[in-house]
Structures are given as structure tokens and as C-alpha cells.
Nanobody, 123 residues
Framework: QVQLVESGGGLVQAGGSLRLSCAAS????????MGWYRQAPGKQRELVAV?????????NYTDSVKGRFTISKDSAKNTVYLQMNSLEPEDTAVYYCKGSVRNIVYPREDEYWGQGTQVTVSQ
């Protein structure tokens, strides 16, 4: 069973920075994509940033975090990171790591989620 473990959340003042880590229990090259999602109270979970090619490191971001957040990987550590700079109160949410793998038997994508880490940005 694949496991993803997030860390690095916490409380920070607006304008500050945090780096989230997502450690996988197997090589990240075994995933077709890895990304970060977040869910604020009363809102739906949303995509924040994703690496769609774990070899090339091709990344995409939601518009609200472009220029402030950076997703990266360290294949030697089987870890994906989310560097968050210039944090705003609107970034407050539980952040989740997700790994996706195309199922070779059935026409579906298998998803693996971490337990989430709380990020709180104060005024």
C-alpha cells in the first residue's frame, strides 16, 4: 500500500513562508502525477499545484498561487515539496498531497492521499 506523509504545516503571519513536504513510501517515479491540494473550512478541496511529469518536473499552478508557490521534487528522497511564499490569510487551509497512477487493468486513475497538514496564516 502506497503511503504519503505530509509535514511542514503551521501558523505563520501574512507575508511569511512555509515549506510543505510529502514523503512517499516508494519512488515518486512510480506516479504519473503528484500534487498539492487544499481545503478551507466550508469550501471544496482545490488543486494548488501539480507535477504532471515526474521525470521532467513539469508543473502547473492554480492562478491564485502563481508567483508565490513553487512545487518541486527530490527523487532521491521520494519527496515532493511545496514552497509557499508571501502567504495570505486566504491560503489558510488543510493541505493534502496526492499521488496519481493510471491503472493498467481498468480505465481509471488510482489516487493516493496523505493525511493533510494544517496551514494557518494570520493577519
Amino acid at each position: 500500500q502506497v503511503q504519503l506523509v505530509e509535514s511542514g504545516g503551521g501558523l505563520v503571519q501574512a507575508g511569511g513562508s512555509l515549506r510543505l513536504s510529502c514523503a512517499a513510501s516508494r519512488s515518486i517515479y512510480g506516479f504519473d502525477a503528484m500534487g498539492w491540494y487544499r481545503q478551507a473550512p466550508g469550501k471544496q478541496r482545490e488543486l494548488v499545484a501539480v507535477i504532471t511529469n515526474l521525470i521532467r518536473g513539469t508543473a502547473n499552478y492554480t492562478d491564485s498561487v502563481k508567483g508565490r508557490f513553487t512545487i518541486s521534487k527530490d527523487s532521491a528522497k521520494n519527496t515532493v515539496y511545496l514552497q509557499m511564499n508571501s502567504l495570505e490569510p486566504e491560503d489558510t487551509a488543510v493541505y493534502y498531497c496526492k499521488g496519481s497512477v493510471r491503472n493498467i487493468v481498468y480505465p481509471r486513475e488510482d489516487e493516493y492521499w496523505g493525511q493533510g497538514t494544517q496551514v494557518t496564516v494570520s493577519q
